[in-house]
């Protein structure tokens, strides 16, 4: 597919801190607009999981480039396969998690992943979720979303989610891991976590996740029905 006509597809961007939301409001927009979803914190954590079960230095940039220009993940629903690995709750792990925040500070990591995340854009939509889909990756996007929550109410959020899916959780962990995080993410030289210009910007503390994705809806229809104009 040529450029042009690439670009042509409509994306949405939703992007936000840890715990904010992000998922399932991007989830929820793909399932309303009948768009594909791209999960861009995935690829992050893709990179962090081989860095720890191969013994990668987490600061080593030249070797987790490769790492990541080599991931050849297979997606069956919600199951993702490496190396011919089921590693869906492998990657859901906190732990790598914060190693993917550390390997997405580096700008031949980011680089190195930013063709397959553009390479999501397929008919008839896409909806993007990460940090820097509307910044970065998807610039030119037709409705760009940034949403917030306050970090204890994050931090309970992601408790919830690791225990239903039983994993292990401690929340004082927790509030510090995601506080670091926060402070990395929105910290560093290559694609800070930031709002886009022009973004929507939801905080969705004490709100509940239908309320959010009422408003976020009826927002990206507006946008898609005029940019059709
Ligand atoms: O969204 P998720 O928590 O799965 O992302 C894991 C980490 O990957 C984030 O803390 C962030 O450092 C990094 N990330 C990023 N850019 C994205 C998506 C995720 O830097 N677009």
Redesign the pocket.
Known sequence: MTFSALSSIPVVTVDGP?ASGKGTLAAGLAAALGFHLLD???F??MVGWKALDSGVSLSDEAALACLATGLRPRFDGEAVWLDDREVSRALRQQEV?TA??KV?ALQGVRAALLHAQRMARRMPGLVAD????GTVVFPDAVCKIFITAGVEERAQRRHKQLIEKGLPSNMSTLLQEIGE?DAR?AGRDV?PLKAASGALEIDTTKRDAPAVLAQALAYCRSRLESDAC
């Open positions: 840890a861009s914190g995935l992050y954590r998690g993917a925040s997405a990460g940090r820097d889909m995080r993410d694609a």
